[in-house]
């Protein structure tokens, strides 16, 4: 790690050009773009729990429900039970990329597609019955915040979803090209991170909620 | 879930109405007037000298860094005008409605603007200066430079690059039209609430605010994650970590900031949104909400965005001092450390700007000490900045007297802003104008680094230089605007003016507001040399046509490349040897730029595909602020569509062969210019200025 000007190579021997350059590793630096990109949706994720945070006070929720009114255990596992089914359902379509297997990546996708539109349903099916109560955003601080935490997490997996039918489309017609390969690298990151953002979601607003 | 609004609203048009215009404002409807004219003028002359299919093909469409960085800087140069109007008509009215008996023109009752208006300008302005001014025009050098430093053709993702221009241009675009339809926000550029909820502000202006710097964070965001990646991951073979050009590391450090800071505002702006829209509770006054939650959120992205925009000026003045000096950078080690100790402290003293806010003194104290502690790595950088000048054999070019400019201006506004950091003292200038001269000497250094940056790095991108005489004159006459304006400034903030006075009661700050409003004079008149210096150089760049490295004593890559660049940037990809690499190579006799065999490039193939998606967004952008639901959907299914339909796309690049590339290099190498396959001139003045100090006798 030498400095600057004044070094000991020799100049005369010295490369300057690389003549043989083959480009970048496109898989690779793609898949780097998207760490960077999940780290700004990381980041949002975290100013989205510090205000659940801050409004989580009893005064946040303004004499209206509290958060063992909202909250049903039962679909909070549900939930998780069909997300971490749909993880799994990637990790076999990943194995498949692996070993070059088209049939077991659709195969894979599909699954984790089912799993992960039960888990959207579960999801609605609980937000509805709670504005089918009457207990909606507008109430208090503290249910704006619970909606906006719990809605746009499930909007990451309909994005995921829709990806994944993007990705088979892609798959059929063009099999494993990088662009492909990458994008379903890609995918299978976004859908981790949505996995272990949900374990946060369930720790902070679900099983906090009910012990409180 | 939709809030009922006050006012009409019809399915069609939302809120828009033909009384949203504001045509009984003479001020507004002469600016509009003049944006007509000249935007006419603009594509009476591009339809006159029959330029649209090269304007379309050339820009419009291109993923070419240095294109995309170049339109950044005319974004941010259009919009720094706009600014500068706006701080004029804040001076003059401060400097008018001074004392009970001023008259009042225009149906205000002293000085020409009413107070709604006045609060509209200064949010304007603070809004434009930063995200729409200072940050794209930061982030087209930015554009322009880190790929030729690391040794790149283009950035990691040019397609990507292309749209996080357009996004900002979007942004952009919606400030403007919020001052001939509708209005803008009134509560300050960082949003006072709760006065920015529906019920305090029932008219379309902080929407207007909210999505305009939506679409300017998204975009740089984007700008963020393509610099990053591309200097992680494009640099040239035997380009490692310590023998990267300063500007760049000051570059990553910056989009580090900007990356995970952007996010925050996102969120602190959506929260709002959702108050505003669908009449949720985060930051009203009852119900539940937390107003201070806005604030903290606010911050957390306002501070690290004050460093996002000071580091890259940071890394210019590190480039431009070891040129001008004729040495390599003092303690490049302590230099890297230093803008990452920066890039690190900004998380940690976003509350030093509400010290007032009421928390206890103990948390107060911890943001007062944090806030010093930046004292200590900019103290690092600037006893380097000085340690590399001692003993040099200092030039005073252009880039050199706007850098020195700038550390006098690092010096006073850092001083003062220590001033700031004691609580105790705070609470005495808290929202008063020292805190505004403070930070706006702050800025200026940020502006003086960006036209020594200009100056320094306008022969490499344009192959000819900037006048240095009218250079001068511009630059004495801002320096002059910038002291009568700032130096009375601090002076009414020790005497207790507070910020934002549409009417000033105390006609003794007569003669101080007066002294401001020569400076803003001062400072037109030294716009007028800027566009004198832009045109003599324009006219005369046949005489000034440079070779690869103009200034004789350049330091590092991209100076290793002819100038202006060609499309492709190096027709070998450079293998590094040295930290300051192409001084290495002069010093050394083998700054040779000439290959015999030249293989084909990959490069990325132009789309119009951000264009459009930046058009959809603006179309998005302004169906949400006037509430056009049908337009705002459909808006959003485009945007959707359009980005899984490029999906499909496989045509997005393509080589160019060795013979086009041997056909521009040649020509480069005999000294004349070329047009490249992509239509533009490369290489005009041979390899080497014939006055540079190390040419050969």
Redesign the interface.
């Known amino acids: 790690?030498?400095?600057?000007?004044s070094?000991t190579?020799d100049?005369?021997q010295?490369?300057?050009?690389?003549?043989n350059?083959h480009?970048?590793?496109v898989i690779?630096?793609?898949t780097?773009?998207f760490w960077?990109?999940m780290?700004?949706?990381a980041?949002?994720y975290?100013?989205?729990f510090?205000?659940f945070g801050?409004?989580s006070h009893v005064?946040?929720?303004?004499g209206?429900p509290m958060p063992g009114d909202v909250i049903r255990p039962g679909y909070a596992y549900g939930e998780t039970l069909a997300l971490f089914t749909s993880v799994l359902a990637y990790g076999y379509a990943m194995a498949a990329l692996r070993r070059g297997r088209a049939g077991g990546v659709a195969g894979g996708l599909l699954g984790a597609m089912v799993f992960g539109a039960a888990f959207l349903g579960l999801v609605g099916k609980d937000l509805g019955d709670l504005f089918a109560l009457g207990i909606?955003?507008?109430?208090?601080?503290?249910l704006?915040?619970f909606?906006?935490l719990v809605i746009y997490h499930a909007l990451h997996i309909a994005v995921g979803l829709?990806w994944m039918l993007?990705s088979l489309v892609?798959l059929a017609?063009?099999g494993f090209s990088s662009?492909v390969v990458y994008?379903l690298v890609n995918l299978k990151l976004f859908w981790h991170f949505q996995a272990v953002v949900w374990v946060f979601v369930f720790v902070f607003v679900y099983l906090q909620g009910v012990i409180a | 879930?939709l809030v009922n609004l006050q006012g009409p609203w019809s399915p069609l048009l939302g809120r828009l109405a033909m009384s949203q215009i504001p045509y009984e404002n003479p001020i507004l409807v002469g600016t509009f007037l003049l944006v007509v004219a000249l935007g006419m003028a603009i594509l009476g002359a591009v339809t006159y000298y029959g330029k649209w299919r090269y304007l379309w093909r050339e820009w419009l469409t291109t993923v070419d860094h240095k294109k995309i960085g170049i339109m950044y800087i005319l974004v941010g140069l259009v919009m720094l005008l706009r600014g500068f109007a706006d701080a004029a008509m804040i001076r003059s009215q401060q400097a008018m409605a001074v004392g009970p008996d001023s008259p009042g023109y225009l149906g205000a009752l002293h000085g020409y603007l009413t107070p709604f208006h006045f609060g509209q300008i200064y949010t304007a302005h603070g809004v434009i200066m930063i995200l729409f001014a200072a940050t794209p025009i930061l982030v087209g050098i930015m554009n322009i430079i880190v790929p030729l430093q690391v040794g790149a053709r283009d950035m990691?993702?040019p397609y990507?690059n292309a749209v996080g221009l357009w996004l900002t241009t979007a942004g952009a675009a919606l400030v403007m039209t919020a001052l001939f339809i509708g209005d803008f926000a009134h509560a300050g550029w960082f949003g006072s609430l709760p006065l920015n909820e529906l019920p305090y502000s029932p008219g379309v202006g902080v929407d207007y605010w909210i999505w305009a710097m939506q679409l300017s964070s998204v975009g740089t965001?984007l700008g963020?994650?393509?610099l990053?990646?591309t200097i992680?991951?494009?640099r040239?073979?035997?380009m490692?970590w310590?023998r990267l050009p300063m500007f760049t590391w000051a570059s990553l450090s910056a989009n580090i900031i900007s990356?995970?800071?952007?996010?925050?505002l996102?969120?602190?702006l959506a929260?709002l949104t959702?108050d505003r829209y669908?009449?949720?509770?985060?930051y009203?006054a009852?119900?539940?909400?937390?107003l201070m939650?806005y604030n903290?959120?606010f911050w957390?992205w306002g501070h690290p965005e004050v460093y996002f925009v000071i580091l890259p000026a940071f890394g210019m003045l590190s480039e431009i001092i070891p040129v001008f000096s004729e040495k390599?950078l003092f303690g490049?080690t302590g230099m890297v450390l230093a803008s990452f100790g920066i890039a690190g402290v900004s998380w940690g003293v976003w509350l030093h700007h509400f010290f007032t806010m009421g928390s206890a003194p103990d948390v107060n104290a911890f943001y007062s000490v944090s806030t010093m502690l930046v004292g200590i790595p900019t103290g690092v950088k600037v006893f380097n900045w000085l340690f590399t000048m001692y003993r040099g054999r200092l030039r005073f070019d252009l880039p050199m007297i706007w850098a020195c400019a700038a550390l006098f201006f690092l010096l006073a506004g850092g001083m003062t802003g220590m001033m700031n950091a004691f609580t105790t003292n705070d609470y005495m200038v808290h929202n008063s104008v020292f805190v505004v001269a403070h930070f706006h000497l702050m800025l200026l250094l940020i502006v003086y680094a960006i036209f020594g940056a200009v100056n320094f790095w306008f022969p490499k991108v344009f192959g000819f230089k900037l006048n240095e005489r009218w250079g001068k004159w511009f630059f004495w006459f801002f320096t002059a605007g910038t002291a009568t304006v700032f130096i009375p400034m601090f002076t009414l903030g020790f005497m207790g003016m507070t910020r934002r006075l549409d009417y000033i009661p105390y006609t003794q700050w007569q003669p101080l507001l007066d002294a401001e409003m020569a400076g803003i004079v001062l400072y037109s008149l030294s716009a007028v040399y800027l566009v004198v210096q832009l045109y003599v150089s324009l006219r005369d760049r046949a005489l000034n046509r440079v070779g690869a490295d103009p200034w004789g004593t350049s330091?590092s890559l991209e100076w290793a490349t002819p100038s202006p660049v060609p499309f492709y940037n190096f027709a070998?990809?450079?293998?590094v040897?040295?930290?300051?690499e192409w001084?290495?190579?002069r010093?050394?006799?083998?700054a040779?730029l000439r290959?015999e065999?030249y293989?084909g490039i990959?490069m990325p193939r132009n789309t119009g595909v951000p264009l459009v998606l930046g058009g959809l967004s603006l179309g998005l952008a302004f169906a949400l602020v006037w509430r056009m639901w049908w337009l705002a959907a459909l808006c959003l299914a485009g945007i959707?569509l359009l980005v899984?339909m490029r999906?499909?796309a496989?045509n997005t690049d393509y080589t160019v062969p060795p013979e086009e590339v041997k056909r521009v290099e040649d020509a480069v190498w005999a000294g004349a210019s070329v047009r490249g396959a992509d239509g533009v001139r490369s290489g005009a003045g041979g390899l080497t200025p014939a006055h540079a100090p190390w040419a050969p006798k």
């Open positions: 790690m030498s400095a600057s000007a070094e190579i100049p005369a010295a490369p300057l050009w690389d003549r350059h480009g970048h590793d690779g630096t793609r780097f773009g960077l990109y780290l700004s949706d980041m949002i975290a100013a989205l510090a205000s801050v409004l005064m946040n929720m303004a209206g909606t955003p507008e109430r208090s601080g503290y704006s915040i909606f906006t829709l993007v892609q017609r063009e662009n994008r | 879930m990691a993702y990507l965001t963020g994650i393509n990053i990646a992680v991951k494009m040239a073979p035997g490692t310590m990356l995970t800071s952007f996010p925050v996102t969120v602190s929260l959702l669908l009449g949720t509770h985060f009203t009852g119900m539940g909400g937390n939650l903290d959120l957390i390599t490049y330091r070998y990809i450079p293998h040897n040295a930290r300051d001084a290495w190579r010093e050394n006799g083998v040779q290959h065999h293989t990959h959707v899984i999906s499909f496989r």
